[in-house]
């Protein structure tokens, strides 16, 4: 199944020279935007439904008609007309509507999904139904199930229930269990335990082998790790406890190991792999019966490719690539024909194309320079042809390219300015461009793979004519020099922006590692709660530190075993740089920050009191100690390798430093970034008889979404807080200079 889902845009060029600031076009509207508007949706842009790439040129949608069925319909990609529908709810006897689909190898037949239930950020579980095109036939799968899918030959479906995996004989409806143990906070089968699902990006642990004899999964056993709780306050009598199995840094993670289930015979092997610590992604080969497993030490500067050959339970290593600080783990491992592979690296310092043989010897290297590839989406065997994204055009800047196998006759084929996404269709010969500028909303495009534009197919231009009305500023991009580095930099001014007054200033930032804030695209809300307070007279800007992504390995990984060192002195400096600017009020600068932007705009206000009055921390990491060990040891190493690594850098550590103004928000629900956090720092900040401003947002999570008006009340409050602590009003009562 391949689902590519379209979030940006095409077509209209602006100028932006990185080593200039870029030129700016006030508008000429006199309407303020209100938080209600932001958070109510009226600034949302028109978007293209998520786009199933199907076989030839072809794709297909998940839409709704006017009885409310759920259709799904096919679509060519070379006049986006409908040509048929593939799917009918109103003839589906209990299931008119479903939220979700997939196909088999060939078309035939599809997976339906409905009345979801959230496990974490990815996971969920439903109820899935298999629907037979020609018979018309519909079977249930299984209700309460995870992550349904068809064995190639399409005879049977394999999912996971309660930890375990099961496969269904759609011919007769019978059920094979496939492993016995799953128990829940013990064994997991088939599917990834909380910290996988986070920081490696998947859910489903299990694969059909291409002549569906073999399902190669990954059983987790996370009997040591120790359990995390939190409280949930709920509607009854009594809060409960959600308790669920969380490592942290320097911890026990779960033992992973890599099993092959022989469906003819029913039996399981299990597979040796040598050392290591995580198994991140499992992929079968174009080979006949060669899975392709990653595994990684638990520093992650290890990664290994292993060939397992399934009949004889065997495993060869393919590829090693070590890096001193990590290796990335990522989707871009595809196998051609001939069973060579096309595999990314930052090995010569800046992420590109790689060609292999099936011995792990290396062909070529088929994009080269001082730029980064962002994104592959494929190759065209018949051209000979790779597609990928990247920032060739500056490090702010995407654009869409092909280029030969060999290295040779590269092309851009989208805009060259501003933000471009790409999503092919499944043989490669058409693309839907996504493009998008700071000062142009989301135009999606038909392009032909040769970067020939056909046809328009949303421009948002109503959008465009409404923001006309409003008084709003256009980011000025440019760059600034910090600690010895070039920093990428946007700022927003009032409307009525007067370099003889003197302006507050506030900072936003996330810092990040292979992060990235200063990008050529349209607005997100963060973009228009920035436009409302430069309408209210304050001047925003965003930086991104040393750390932060898309300037090569070594500007990425400089912050390695430090994380918060370098990224809070490039800001503190940067600040104080901004500050001798004329119109910048230097006794008025604060800055913000959520998630580990909120533990960075946290040790700024500490460490850096000298210049920032004002902070805010949403949901922060207070010290790395509390977070989970992929994440925080890919930077940091453990603990108790690196303790001042983590405690120098910690908020915690510093809370006797707290000078200015400071509001600490956490979702009590957060199963990411734990309240935890925020609770150390309040008990520092007491303990040091600091004075600051708390808001606690009852069983939301990471994101602070849940209930009605959660976003809305939260950014409200940030708004008062910023304008009771940066000296500045509605009024725009700002300081007028001698």
Same mark, same amino acid.
Not at 527 to 550: E, F, K, N, S
């Given at each position: 199944m391949k689902k590519l889902f379209i979030l940006a845009a095409i077509l209209l060029l602006i100028s932006c020279d990185q080593n200039k600031t870029s030129s700016t076009q006030y508008n000429t509207g006199t309407k303020e935007i209100t938080l209600e508007e932001i958070w109510g949706g009226e600034f949302s842009t028109d978007r293209m439904n998520a786009l199933n790439s199907m076989n030839g040129d072809y794709y297909s949608l998940l839409n709704t008609d006017s009885n409310g069925n759920s259709t799904v319909d096919q679509y060519s990609y070379k006049t986006?007309? &409908?040509?048929?529908? #593939?799917?009918?709810? &109103?003839?589906?006897? /209990?299931?008119?509507?479903?939220? %979700?689909? =997939?196909?088999?190898?060939?078309?035939?037949?599809? #997976?339906? /999904?409905?009345?979801?239930?959230? #496990?974490?950020?990815? =996971?969920?579980?439903?109820?899935?139904?298999?629907?037979?095109?020609? %018979?018309?036939?519909?079977?249930?799968? /299984?209700?309460?199930? !995870?992550?349904p899918t068809f064995s190639p030959d399409s005879k049977k479906v394999a999912y996971a229930k309660n930890n375990n995996i099961y496969i269904k004989n759609l011919a007769t409806n019978s059920v094979t269990q496939v492993t016995k143990d799953g128990k829940t906070n013990s064994i997991i089968n088939g599917t990834t335990d909380w910290v996988y699902e986070e920081e490696f990006a998947f859910v489903r642990a299990f694969e059909w082998s291409n002549d569906s004899k073999f399902i190669a999964f990954l059983r987790f056993d996370e009997s040591k790790v120790r359990e995390f709780s939190m409280n949930v306050t709920g509607n009854e009598l009594y809060p409960t406890q959600q308790v669920f199995k969380y490592p942290k840094a320097g911890e026990d993670n779960a033992k992973v190991s890599l099993h092959m289930y022989n469906t003819q015979s029913r039996s399981t092997k299990k597979i040796s792999l040598g050392n290591y610590e995580y198994i991140p992604r499992i992929k079968w080969s174009s080979a006949k019966n060669v899975l392709i497993v990653t595994t990684l030490n638990?520093? !992650?500067?290890?990664?290994?490719?292993?060939?397992?050959?399934?009949l004889r339970s065997s495993s060869v290593l393919l590829l090693n690539e070590t890096d001193k600080a990590y290796v990335d783990v990522h989707d871009n491992l595809t196998f051609l024909a001939d069973n060579s592979f096309i595999w990314t690296s930052e090995r010569d310092g800046y992420n590109h194309i790689y060609h292999y043989n099936f011995n792990g010897k290396l062909i070529n290297q088929i994009t080269k320079g001082n730029w980064e590839v962002t994104n592959y989406y /494929?190759?065209?065997?018949?051209?000979?042809? #790779?597609?990928? !994204? =990247?920032?060739e055009n500056g490090s702010i800047n995407r654009g869409v390219y092909s280029i030969g196998l060999d290295g040779k006759n590269k092309q851009l084929l989208s805009n060259e300015v501003g933000n471009n996404t790409a999503s092919f269709s499944d043989n490669l010969n058409y693309f839907i461009n996504t493009h998008s500028t700071s000062e142009v909303p989301p135009i999606y495009s038909l392009y032909s793979a040769e970067g020939e534009m056909l046809k328009v197919i949303k421009d948002n231009s109503q959008l465009k004519v409404k923001l006309a009305d409003y008084k709003m500023t256009p980011k000025e991009f440019s760059t600034i020099q910090i600690n010895g580095e070039e920093l990428n930099m946007w700022m927003i001014k009032p409307a009525d922006f007067d370099e003889n007054k003197e302006y507050p200033l506030l900072m936003f930032q996330y810092s990040g590692p292979g992060s990235q804030q200063v990008s050529n695209r349209w607005n997100g809300t963060n973009d228009y709660w920035h436009q409302m307070l430069a309408q209210q007279g304050i001047i925003v800007a965003c930086i991104d530190p040393r750390g932060t992504g898309l300037k090569g390995r070594d500007f990425k990984k400089m912050t390695q075993k430090e994380l918060g060192k370098y990224e809070v002195e490039d800001q503190i400096a940067a600040a104080k740089k901004l500050a001798k600017r004329s119109y910048i009020d230097e006794n008025n600068i604060g800055i913000w920050g959520w998630s580990y932007g909120g533990f960075m705009s946290t040790n700024c206000l500490l460490k850096g009191n000298d210049i920032f009055s004002t902070a805010i921390a949403v949901a922060p990491v207070t010290s790395w100690r509390f977070y989970d060990t992929v994440y925080t040891e890919r930077y940091m190493q453990t603990p108790q390798e690196n303790a001042s690594g983590y405690d120098e850098n910690s908020p915690i550590n510093y809370a006797d430093k707290l000078e200015g103004n400071y509001l600490l928000v956490h979702g009590s629900g957060d199963d990411n970034v734990h309240p935890q956090n925020t609770m150390r720092m309040i008990n520092e900040l007491v303990e040091a008889n600091k004075q600051f401003d708390l808001f606690i947002y009852p069983d939301r999570a990471h994101g602070i979404r849940k209930g009605k008006? %959660?976003?809305?009340?939260?950014?409200?409050?940030?708004? =008062?807080?910023?304008?009771?602590s940066l000296n500045s009003n509605k009024d725009n009562d700002i300081k007028i200079k001698g």
């Amino acid at each position: 199944m391949k689902k590519l889902f379209i979030l940006a845009a095409i077509l209209l060029l602006i100028s932006c020279d990185q080593n200039k600031t870029s030129s700016t076009q006030y508008n000429t509207g006199t309407k303020e935007i209100t938080l209600e508007e932001i958070w109510g949706g009226e600034f949302s842009t028109d978007r293209m439904n998520a786009l199933n790439s199907m076989n030839g040129d072809y794709y297909s949608l998940l839409n709704t008609d006017s009885n409310g069925n759920s259709t799904v319909d096919q679509y060519s990609y070379k006049t986006l007309e &409908k040509v048929a529908t #593939i799917v009918d709810g &109103k003839n589906l006897k /209990g299931l008119n509507t479903f939220n %979700s689909y =997939s196909f088999n190898n060939d078309e035939t037949k599809l #997976i339906l /999904g409905k009345d979801f239930n959230r #496990i974490y950020r990815r =996971s969920f579980t439903g109820t899935f139904y298999a629907y037979d095109r020609a %018979s018309k036939k519909l079977i249930l799968i /299984g209700k309460d199930i !995870q992550a349904p899918t068809f064995s190639p030959d399409s005879k049977k479906v394999a999912y996971a229930k309660n930890n375990n995996i099961y496969i269904k004989n759609l011919a007769t409806n019978s059920v094979t269990q496939v492993t016995k143990d799953g128990k829940t906070n013990s064994i997991i089968n088939g599917t990834t335990d909380w910290v996988y699902e986070e920081e490696f990006a998947f859910v489903r642990a299990f694969e059909w082998s291409n002549d569906s004899k073999f399902i190669a999964f990954l059983r987790f056993d996370e009997s040591k790790v120790r359990e995390f709780s939190m409280n949930v306050t709920g509607n009854e009598l009594y809060p409960t406890q959600q308790v669920f199995k969380y490592p942290k840094a320097g911890e026990d993670n779960a033992k992973v190991s890599l099993h092959m289930y022989n469906t003819q015979s029913r039996s399981t092997k299990k597979i040796s792999l040598g050392n290591y610590e995580y198994i991140p992604r499992i992929k079968w080969s174009s080979a006949k019966n060669v899975l392709i497993v990653t595994t990684l030490n638990r520093h !992650q500067n290890n990664l290994k490719l292993y060939k397992v050959n399934a009949l004889r339970s065997s495993s060869v290593l393919l590829l090693n690539e070590t890096d001193k600080a990590y290796v990335d783990v990522h989707d871009n491992l595809t196998f051609l024909a001939d069973n060579s592979f096309i595999w990314t690296s930052e090995r010569d310092g800046y992420n590109h194309i790689y060609h292999y043989n099936f011995n792990g010897k290396l062909i070529n290297q088929i994009t080269k320079g001082n730029w980064e590839v962002t994104n592959y989406y /494929g190759y065209n065997k018949d051209k000979k042809t #790779i597609y990928y !994204q =990247s920032v060739e055009n500056g490090s702010i800047n995407r654009g869409v390219y092909s280029i030969g196998l060999d290295g040779k006759n590269k092309q851009l084929l989208s805009n060259e300015v501003g933000n471009n996404t790409a999503s092919f269709s499944d043989n490669l010969n058409y693309f839907i461009n996504t493009h998008s500028t700071s000062e142009v909303p989301p135009i999606y495009s038909l392009y032909s793979a040769e970067g020939e534009m056909l046809k328009v197919i949303k421009d948002n231009s109503q959008l465009k004519v409404k923001l006309a009305d409003y008084k709003m500023t256009p980011k000025e991009f440019s760059t600034i020099q910090i600690n010895g580095e070039e920093l990428n930099m946007w700022m927003i001014k009032p409307a009525d922006f007067d370099e003889n007054k003197e302006y507050p200033l506030l900072m936003f930032q996330y810092s990040g590692p292979g992060s990235q804030q200063v990008s050529n695209r349209w607005n997100g809300t963060n973009d228009y709660w920035h436009q409302m307070l430069a309408q209210q007279g304050i001047i925003v800007a965003c930086i991104d530190p040393r750390g932060t992504g898309l300037k090569g390995r070594d500007f990425k990984k400089m912050t390695q075993k430090e994380l918060g060192k370098y990224e809070v002195e490039d800001q503190i400096a940067a600040a104080k740089k901004l500050a001798k600017r004329s119109y910048i009020d230097e006794n008025n600068i604060g800055i913000w920050g959520w998630s580990y932007g909120g533990f960075m705009s946290t040790n700024c206000l500490l460490k850096g009191n000298d210049i920032f009055s004002t902070a805010i921390a949403v949901a922060p990491v207070t010290s790395w100690r509390f977070y989970d060990t992929v994440y925080t040891e890919r930077y940091m190493q453990t603990p108790q390798e690196n303790a001042s690594g983590y405690d120098e850098n910690s908020p915690i550590n510093y809370a006797d430093k707290l000078e200015g103004n400071y509001l600490l928000v956490h979702g009590s629900g957060d199963d990411n970034v734990h309240p935890q956090n925020t609770m150390r720092m309040i008990n520092e900040l007491v303990e040091a008889n600091k004075q600051f401003d708390l808001f606690i947002y009852p069983d939301r999570a990471h994101g602070i979404r849940k209930g009605k008006n %959660s976003r809305l009340h939260l950014y409200k409050k940030m708004t =008062s807080f910023i304008h009771e602590s940066l000296n500045s009003n509605k009024d725009n009562d700002i300081k007028i200079k001698g």
